[in-house]
């Protein structure tokens, strides 16, 4: 980044960024270059920039994914959350090839539990007796949803790429006491696709609240599952489509990325 006249320093991540010497500030932040696209949706077409986008990928961690995990463990059948394996490892590839940043958003508790309320802790664990936030998991002694555990590590089918961007959170919405929002702005990024578990729950509350900051939200059908009955899906994929957004398929994505 420079002006005609002088060479200039970049402070600060593009486009969000400044060109600075020890006497001038050139605070125009110039745009990236637009890279449009045409996606169909469950109900329009879009013409989007991916210049402007990223995808965010929610909870697929083994607490909520793996057989031997925190919801496997209190009875939950965790199949249908396996569900956005497949779809999410044929896409996420290619949208780092086309420069789409990745943002894996997942619980990742402080071990104390000091930002973390009581109702938030009932959610799982409503006796107090059973195994709850922070607690080991009975066949590998991982603490649930603890940051840096085993439990709270993305699935193995997953890869997580050096260029990938790890936000932790710490409710069901990813814009609640985490940068998110920040990283978001500071990258440019106003059109957001989003995948994960679960659908009505995690993802939905993080989709709402991106609505509400005024991010543009399309929700990745196939890439997305929910282990909660299939009334909570088809409520919440009406109530993107209705209210918060758009809804598509990865397929459709991947057909309308440049080659």
Known sequence: MSTPNRPLKTLGIPPNAWAVDAEMADITRPPLDPRPILLPTATKTLRLDLAKAAMIVIDMQNDFCHPDGWLASIGVDVTPARAPIGPLKTLLPELRQAQVPILWVNWGNRPDLLNISAG???????????????????KNGARVLTKDSWAAAVVDELEIKPEDIWVDKFRMSGFWDTPLDSILKNLGRTTLFF???????CVMATLQ???????????????????????????????????????????????????
């Open 120 to 138: 938030l802790r009932h959610v799982y664990n409503p006796t107090g007796e059973g195994i709850g936030l922070a607690d080991p998991l009975p």
């Open 195 to 201: 995948g994960g578990v679960n659908i009505d729950q």
């Open 209 to 259: 609240d991106a609505n509400f900051l005024g991010y543009d939200c399309i929700l990745l059908e196939d890439c997305a599952a929910t282990t909660s009955p299939e009334y909570c899906l088809l409520a919440t994929l009406y109530n993107v489509k209705q209210c918060f957004g758009f809804v598509a398929s990865s397929s459709d994505l991947l057909a309308a990325l440049p080659r």
